[in-house]
């Protein structure tokens, strides 16, 4: 992919280069490549974002097999869930386990997606920063939770047990 992005930043660079005077030569190339190169960085974030964000959109309006409503926003959660902090608890390895539980109280199962997301799940310290999600460790990028029951879910983080101040589940903060 980025060799094709250079060629063709070759391609259209050379094309403008050819049309140029040489008194216009050397800033004109430079600030050419500049713009294509930045329109076509940009238009493939772009392309990625939109592809990402259709795929959620398409995985929550679609049924899933198991009948789960699928849900990925502060708003769902509070609609469909109950959530708790059960406990903290320390890691050898520098750690912690913060323990979460989740109340379904609906005739059909909910299924938390994309935890793994940047935000989804990040844990608040003491002096109020900010650490993400350990990947690895058990850390599930979504979570079902049956319909009218419960689920404990430990959630892994490097830092330190006594260090938590907060954990927040997309953006909903809950206090050990």
């Given at each position: 992919?980025?060799?094709?992005?250079?060629?063709?930043?070759?391609?259209?660079?050379?094309?403008?280069f050819?049309?140029?005077?040489?008194?216009?030569?050397?800033?004109?190339?430079?600030?050419?490549?500049?713009?294509?190169m930045s329109n076509?960085?940009?238009?493939?974030k772009n392309l990625m974002d939109g592809a990402s964000e259709g795929v959620v959109d398409g995985r929550k309006t679609g049924q899933s097999t198991d009948g789960a409503v699928l849900i990925n926003t502060l708003e769902d959660l509070n609609k469909y869930l109950?959530?708790?902090?059960?406990?903290?608890?320390?890691?050898?390895?520098?750690?912690?386990?913060?323990e979460v539980g989740f109340k379904n109280q609906n005739d059909f199962p909910v299924r938390l997606i994309d935890l793994?997301?940047?935000?989804?799940?990040?844990?608040?310290?003491?002096d109020g920063y900010a650490?993400?999600?350990f990947r690895g460790k058990g850390n599930p990028?979504?979570?079902?939770?049956?319909?009218?029951a419960g689920r404990k879910q430990k959630f892994y983080f490097a830092i330190e047990w006594d260090q938590v101040r907060?954990?927040?589940?997309?953006g909903k903060v809950m206090q050990p």
């Open positions: 992919m980025r060799r094709t992005i250079l060629i063709a930043g070759l391609i259209l660079c050379s094309s403008a050819a049309r140029q005077n040489t008194d216009e030569q050397e800033s004109g190339v430079a600030e050419t490549a500049k713009s294509v076509i960085v940009s238009f493939g109950e959530t708790d902090v059960i406990a903290v608890t320390a890691h050898a390895e520098s750690g912690c386990y913060v793994d997301s940047s935000e989804a799940v990040i844990l608040i310290d003491q650490t993400n999600l990028e979504e979570l079902t939770i049956p319909s009218n907060e954990i927040r589940i997309l």
